[in-house]
Nanobody, 125 residues
Framework: HVQLVESGGGSVQAGGSLRLSCVASGYTFSRGCVAWFRQAPGKAREGVATISTVGGGTIYADSVKGRFTVSQDSANNMVYLQMNSLKPEDTAMYYC???????????????????WGQGTQVTVS
């Protein structure tokens, strides 16, 4: 079966940086879209960033533009989220997600994504 596994979360002080990683098994990040979502306690799931594995285009939530960068390493079947200038409001569980196939532009709509990881916690204090 398809499995996505996130790593790289942790606790950092405001202004610090983290790099999250997502690796897939039973699946190749070669077509479609991969995205990062986050969810804080008591809050709705929020799209953070998405990258097209076809054309490389990216979309970011306004709240993270200029601070976060999503990228891919196709040779290692990895997708990353580099998070800089972290703020307390970035505290959340972060999930990577992948669409099963191409059916349109990559957008931060959770229901577009079939495969989800278990999440990695990011805490900013």
């Amino acid at each position: 079966h398809v499995q996505l596994v996130e790593s790289g979360g942790g606790s950092v002080q405001a202004g610090g940086s983290l790099r999250l990683s997502c690796v897939a098994s039973g699946y190749t990040f070669s077509r479609g879209c991969v995205a990062w979502f986050r969810q804080a306690p008591g809050k709705a799931r929020e799209g953070v960033a998405t990258i097209s594995t076809v054309g490389g285009g990216t979309i970011y939530a306004d709240s993270v533009k200029g601070r976060f960068t999503v990228s891919q390493d196709s040779a290692n079947n990895m997708v990353y989220l580099q998070m800089n200038s972290l703020k307390p409001e970035d505290t959340a569980m972060y999930y990577c997600a992948a669409r099963a196939q191409w059916f349109g532009p990559c957008i931060l709509k959770g229901s577009d994504f079939r495969y989800w990881g278990q999440g990695t916690q990011v805490t900013v204090s």
